[in-house]
């Protein structure tokens, strides 16, 4: 890595800097030198590299702003990025507390993010070559399967929470069937929420985004607009629902009901996967931070009950959601 960064700029580092693990097995480092600083990247996955790297140069060359790449080293799995500092949307939400619904300068900041992941959707789905992503090229039938399995395995399992499987079973495969008939020929970033956004230089620049793929529209405006520990009040979300539906159909034709229509059955299965990352990283392997995150998921999947008429035709996960409502805590 000390190498690496000095090919780049020429300079002996003078620090470097472990930043916090992340949930993958990325490992990062801030670098410094007299008169350089970069983010040095470890990830022994290759593919995963080299679709990061390809979607940062095809990002770059549409404007959106990403991180610029220095120097890579694919044969030992590093690479420099530039350094975007500390300061994430994440943490400008949490800044704002309880009056997140009159910020001006939040609100302002939500819009640029909205915005921009219309154009990046769009743009994507129009031009991006999706041989590159990894580890799917699309959000496949598969894909939701995954997600709801994980949530039952991850999330339900450890709660111990009683289900009849076959029943259960039978309602996955018939969600997914009705997610799978949305419009799914748009880049979807797969994880867009606020903690992979940095503010830097009074700009809005994007990370995280390789495991990006073809998908429908919906799932990142849902992956935003109901990040668990984000907590925006409801009427910020529609709010913010309604200015990106506005941005997206100048890019687009968007038949809005229609939109809708899938919306908040994909925003469900979101946030059912979320509580499958939370029963992983909290309920299973202890990390506090996760395990205080779930009142918050549940408390979204309490406003999606009520959101979902769908569920009237899945009785068991019907069930199972109503019964997670009523949790008020975890302990």
């Not at 539906?245 to 968007?254: D, G, S, W």
């Not at 309490?302 to 805590?329: A, F, M, W």
Request: glycine share 4%; proline share 4%.
């Amino acid at each position: 890595m000390c190498g690496l960064f000095s090919s780049w700029c020429s300079e002996r580092p003078e620090n470097i800097q472990p930043l916090p693990p992340t949930a993958s097995k990325r490992t990062y480092y801030r670098i410094k030198s007299r008169n350089y600083r970069a983010i040095g990247v470890h990830n022994p996955n290759l593919k995963e590299n080299k679709a990061f790297i390809s979607m940062t140069r095809f990002f770059m060359d549409e404007k959106v702003p990403v991180p610029e790449i220095y120097l890579c080293n694919l044969e030992n799995n590093i690479y420099i990025l530039e350094d975007l500092g500390d300061q994430t949307l994440f943490s400008l939400i949490l800044q704002t507390g309880s009056h997140k619904e009159h910020s001006t300068e939040l609100k302002q900041w939500l819009r640029q993010a909205l915005k921009e992941l219309a154009r990046i959707q769009v743009m994507g789905g129009k031009q991006m070559d999706f041989s590159i992503c990894y580890p799917y090229k699309k959000f496949s039938r598969d894909s939701i399967l995954w997600d709801l399995n994980y949530f039952r395995e991850q999330f339900l399992n450890q709660l111990a929470i009683r289900y009849h499987s076959e029943k259960l079973e039978r309602d996955f495969q018939q969600f997914a069937d009705f997610i799978m008939q949305a419009d799914h020929d748009y880049f979807m970033y797969r994880d867009f929420q606020s903690r992979n956004m940095m503010l830097h230089q009074n700009t809005l620049y994007f990370i995280d985004y390789q495991g990006g793929r073809k998908g429908p529209l919906q799932y990142d405006v849902a992956s935003f607009l109901f990040q668990a520990r984000a907590a925006l009040p409801e009427e910020l979300r529609e709010e913010m629902l309604e200015y990106y539906m506005e941005k997206a159909e100048m890019l687009t034709p968007i038949n809005r009901s229609e939109f809708l229509q899938y919306y908040y059955p994909v925003a469900l299965v979101r946030v059912l996967q979320t509580l499958g990352a939370y029963g992983l990283r909290g309920l299973k392997e202890g990390k506090q931070h996760f395990v205080k995150s779930i009142p918050l998921a549940l408390q979204n999947l309490r406003l999606l009950k009520e959101k979902n008429t769908l569920t009237s035709d899945l009785p068991e996960l019907g069930r199972i959601i109503k019964e997670l409502s009523l949790i008020k805590n975890i302990h």
